[in-house]
């Protein structure tokens, strides 16, 4: 008699962990962390959870210890893993950079013609940005707090950065921008492999992917006479068809159409041009095309 397969599912501690978690929940996936903290229990039966950070995630991923992970794409540049990504959940978006003093650079933003030291965390990504930029350089790696290493212990810096707020704080001026990053699905060469496992594992994509496509997007709601329907259907930006149902005693039609959010604010006006009343905007929590 068989059974199903263990599913070993690795998630980040620390920046990630927050939206992970949160984009779990929004799928009806719960977490219950225990005493055993590092070790939450999954609601979905056929998983076992561990909590790791998302550098370790990549290597035991590389190496099959972990079956399913989430980690930043920055992480599995750096290691050159041979993962296989699944899907880009779009979270915690970052930017790797290279970064000097602004009193390092000259008046036009260029680094000066002697030997530098660059410290980082990513010594792969920062050796290789070194010899495509043909510089004179050496490399110290940094533990963290990368930051604070220029001037007096670094020139240039190599790091992550969301919004440069913390560069322009310590005086850094970005020079270079080596890859953009953000929270990626990633899977182990054999739990792909396996066609139990991948079955697993493509449902779960498949429910993370719903409720991320509906975030980008609001269902619209519209009364419109029949004269004006087809002008407004035209208008409408919906995934495929929309739905159209007559109002009762035929005094119009109703309209309801799954749209991009990021364009409600020229959408609705326009609609209301075309004869559409009655506008409603309701939230979505998962779409499944």
Do not use: C
């Not at 899907?87 to 970052?94: A, E, F, I, Q, R």
């Amino acid at each position: 008699m068989s059974t199903e397969p263990t599913i070993h599912l690795a998630l980040p501690k620390g920046r990630m962990e927050t939206g992970v978690f949160n984009l779990l929940s929004a799928a009806g996936i719960e977490l219950h962390v225990g005493q055993r903290g590092y070790r939450p229990v999954l609601s979905e039966p056929g998983f076992e959870v561990k909590l790791l950070k998302p550098q370790n995630i990549v290597e035991m991923l590389a190496v099959g210890t972990r079956d399913i992970g989430f980690a930043g794409a920055d992480w599995v540049a750096e290691q050159q893993a041979d993962v296989v990504e699944l899907l880009d959940t779009g979270l915690d978006p970052v930017r790797i950079v290279a970064a000097a003093s602004e009193s390092l650079l000259d008046e036009s933003g260029n680094l000066p013609n002697r030997t530098l030291v660059v410290a980082s965390e990513y010594e792969r990504l920062t050796r290789t940005w070194i010899i495509d930029r043909q510089l004179d350089a050496s490399f110290v790696r940094s533990y963290g707090a990368t930051e604070v290493f220029p001037p007096e212990d670094a020139d240039i810096i190599v790091d992550n950065t969301a919004t440069g707020e913390t560069l322009a704080a310590n005086g850094l001026a970005v020079v270079d921008e080596l890859m953009p990053s953000s929270t990626r699905f990633y899977s182990s060469q054999g739990a792909v492999a396996d066609p139990d496992k991948k079955s697993a594992i493509d449902g779960l994509v498949l429910s993370l992917r719903s409720v991320l496509d509906a975030r980008k997007r609001v269902m619209l709601e519209l009364n419109v006479s029949l004269a004006d329907l087809d002008v407004v259907i035209d208008a409408l930006p919906a995934m495929r068809e929309p739905t159209v149902a007559t109002l009762h005693g035929g005094a119009g039609m109703a309209v309801k159409a799954a749209v991009p959010r990021n364009e409600l604010p020229r959408l609705i006006p326009r609609l209301r041009q075309l004869g559409a009343t009655d506008i409603a905007v309701s939230k979505l929590e998962q779409i499944v095309p």
